[in-house]
């Protein structure tokens, strides 16, 4: 359900983000959100590294649980 995935990326509350250092992530989603009036999209990746996941913005790493993960980029979308 696509508003049930906005809504995951309107109501996001990340945690301070932890800068990468040199993790070996496996990328599970990429997207892309464009915001009204800005000229490019920003982009995200979803990441796994061993247990633990992420949401990375450029080379900062937010940590997340599955759940949150699964909310922001539905296994059906991989």
Request: glycine letters at 2%; charged letters at 15%; one cysteine or more.
């Amino acid at each position: 359900d696509i508003n049930a995935v906005l809504t995951s990326w309107q109501t996001l509350q990340l945690s301070a983000p932890q800068e990468n250092n040199a993790l070996i992530l496996a990328q599970v989603c990429r997207i892309e959100l464009s915001k009204s009036g800005e000229a490019s999209p920003m982009l995200w990746i979803i990441a796994l590294d061993q247990q633990q996941w992420y949401l990375q913005h450029q080379q900062f790493l937010f940590p997340i649980d599955q759940i949150r993960a699964d909310q922001l980029c539905p296994p059906a979308l991989r």
